[in-house]
């Protein structure tokens, strides 16, 4: 590798294990990790940074992250849970279920995903079965910078659903809530704004 890295942080989730062994053919140390909560990934900084040197400053970023989720979770207490339907991907559909990192954002965000009991991690659904849920809020991750308008009209014609008829239709950053990093608490705050809109003033969560 050109790069010539002293260590490799990889994660086994979408990447061939020939990709290991291959690091592995070249001496360069590999530290795997599969995070799938956000108490794993607030665990992993810490890891890391015990790993590289920077313990200290791992431990601040851990400990900063912790109370923004905290600032987060006063925020929604006590209020009433919209039915949210969070669409990974439109085509197949695919949502977050049980044990998935997006159905735990939503919660945390005040929220019930609607499709939390349908399947492990982030399987197919069908658009039917989905609106049959009646969510209040629907959340279309984009994973590009053009945020899906032509996802987003395949949805709003279905103006029976409680989301559409008021407007709670909205498109998000996928690389937000999908990225098992720091930036899941930049998701967490931009889902927690969008679910509980009243809960928040013009000025920064954070």
């Known amino acids: 590798m050109t790069l010539r890295p002293d260590l490799v942080v990889a994660t086994p989730a979408g990447n061939r294990h020939e990709t290991f ?10 530290y795997l990790v599969n995070p799938v909560s ?19 400053a791992a ?12 600032a ?8 009433p849970r919209p039915r949210v339907l969070y669409v990974l991907w439109p085509d197949p559909l695919i949502v977050p279920a ?23 991690g982030y399987p197919r659904y069908s658009m039917e079965a989905a609106l049959a849920r009646n969510p209040e809020v629907i959340l279309i991750a984009s994973h590009d910078a053009t945020g899906s308008p032509l996802v987003r009209s395949k949805w709003e014609r279905f103006t029976q659903v409680p989301a559409v008829s008021a407007g709670r239709l909205h498109t998000v950053d996928g690389n937000l809530m999908h990225r098992y990093g720091p930036r ?15 809960a928040f003033d013009k000025a920064a969560v954070r």
Do not use: C, F, W, Y
Request: proline content about 2%.
């Open 98 to 120: 049980r044990g998935a990192l997006v159905s735990e954002l939503i919660t945390l965000a005040g929220g019930d995903s609607v499709t939390a009991d349908g399947g492990q």
């Open 184 to 198: 899941i608490v930049d998701g967490l705050e931009v889902l927690a704004r969008l679910i509980h809109p009243e």
């Open 38 to 56: 956000v108490q794993d990934v607030l665990d992993l900084i810490g890891r890391v940074g015990r790993l590289t040197d920077r313990a200290e």
């Open 72 to 79: 987060v979770s006063a925020r929604v207490a006590g209020r």
């Open 59 to 70: 431990d601040r970023v851990a400990a900063a992250l912790r109370e923004r989720i905290q």
């Open 21 to 30: 062994d291959q690091l592995g053919r070249l001496k360069i140390p590999v």
